[in-house]
Every structure is written in C-alpha cells, then in structure tokens.
C-alpha cells in the first residue's frame, strides 16, 4: 500500500498567489516525522519543513508551513506569495520510528509558477 | 564544505558491467541511504544503514550491495549492469532528528 500519497502530478499557480500542495500518508505508528523537500531544475534535494507527530502546532519556515491534520492523516505545504523561484518538484516524505527510521517519499508534485 | 559527497556525477556503463558509486559525509551522522529516483516514481529507496557495521534493505535493493565499514562512507555497488539501474542515485545522510542532507546526485545510464 502506497505510504504517500501527492495526487498533484503538476500545478500552474499565478506568481504573487499562495500555493497548497497536497500530502495525505498512511502509518500505523503513533510517532513519525513529516517532510517537505524541494527538488528545482538542478536537481538537488533542499530540505523544506518538518513536522513531528506530537507536535501540537504547525511547523512554519518563512514562506511554508504545514497544514499538518493528523485525523485526516494529511501534511499539505502552503507557500505563501509565491515566487518564480518556487517553481520545482516538491516531494512529501515520512519518517516512521517503529519502522527503523526510513524516510519513504511520494511521487511529487510539479509546481509551475507563471510570471 | 560540510555535507555528502558523491561520485562520480555522471557515468556509463555497459550491460553487465560493475562499478561502485561513492558516498561520503563529514557530519557524523549515523544513518544514511541509497535512493534512486525514476521519472514518475518519486525516490525510492534501495539500501540504508543505521550505523557503522549495519545495513539493511529499502523498497528497491536487487541488483545492489551495501557495505558500511566506517560511519563517513556508504558505498553502493552494482555487480552487475541493467539498462533497468539506468537512474539517477542519491545518497542522504541523517542526524539525530530531522530530514536528511542530500548529495548532489548520480546520473548513471546503463546500454
């Protein structure tokens, strides 16, 4: 069964406007870590955001933050005012504790972002 | 410059051919792994290790071997080549919390 799931293969977002992308994943653990990760053009993997399972607010890093809904088992990323620069593939990750530790990944989500 | 290293960046090789891509960190991390990542696929994982001494298998691990004799390097061999391991690998390291810090890939294609 498909741990993570990003039902966005691709998105076009007007430059200025705030982005979701969606992050739904399954786990049977009760302590687990979510992750984005932005991969531009380049090709390197820059680390976005994490959010712990027992964490009780959502994590925020400058322009994204994590709508983290653990009931709905759903870890959206918000970017808020987007740039051209945001255009990339974005990867939605999770750590489970009881699994040894393994970061697994979702398919990604292509985000295009218009002048 | 703190991080993973990787190499090489590029390579070919022939059906059934062998090589080792190279893996590095000089952050003392304890865990680290192999991802490859395939055009609709995501990454997936092939081989990770806890620790010095310790590995184990991903979602992906045939056609590659691990070894783990120092916590600095994680090499990753294909014994031998399939046009199938044409990917591009990634190593990642990981502290004690938090994400992993990514090397900045392989490309590796396989005739």
Redesign the interface.
């Known amino acids: 069964a498909q741990k ?1 799931t990003q039902t966005q293969p691709g998105m076009f977002v007007q430059e200025k406007e705030a982005v979701t992308l969606d992050c739904t994943y399954d786990t049977s653990d009760q302590s687990y ?1 979510l ?1 984005w ?1 932005k991969q531009p053009s380049s ?3 820059i ?1 976005l955001i ?1 959010q712990g399972s027992y964490d009780e607010q959502n994590a925020t890093e400058g322009r994204y933050s994590l709508n983290f809904q653990k009931a709905r088992k759903s870890a959206n990323l918000v970017i808020s005012a987007s740039q051209l620069g945001d255009s990339a593939m974005y ?1 939605c ?1 999770m ?1 489970e504790r009881e699994r ?9 989500t292509r985000l295009h972002i218009l002048p | 410059n703190a991080g993973v290293t990787q190499t090489p960046k590029f390579q070919v090789l022939k059906t059934g051919q062998s090589m080792t891509l190279q893996c590095a960190q000089d952050m003392n991390h304890e865990y680290m792994s192999w991802y490859r990542q395939d055009p609709g696929m995501g990454l997936r994982l092939i081989h990770y290790s806890v620790g010095a001494g310790i590995t184990d298998q991903g979602e992906v691990p045939n056609g590659y071997n691990v070894s783990r004799s120092t916590t600095e390097d994680f090499p990753l061999r294909l014994l031998s080549a399939a046009p199938s391991q044409t990917s591009v690998y990634f190593c990642a390291s990981r502290g004690l919390n938090y994400g992993y810090t990514f090397g900045s890939g392989t490309r590796l294609t396989v005739v």
């Open positions: 993570i870590g992750f990760y090709g390197e993997m680390f994490y990867f990750a750590r040894d530790d393994k970061i697994i990944f979702g398919k990604g």
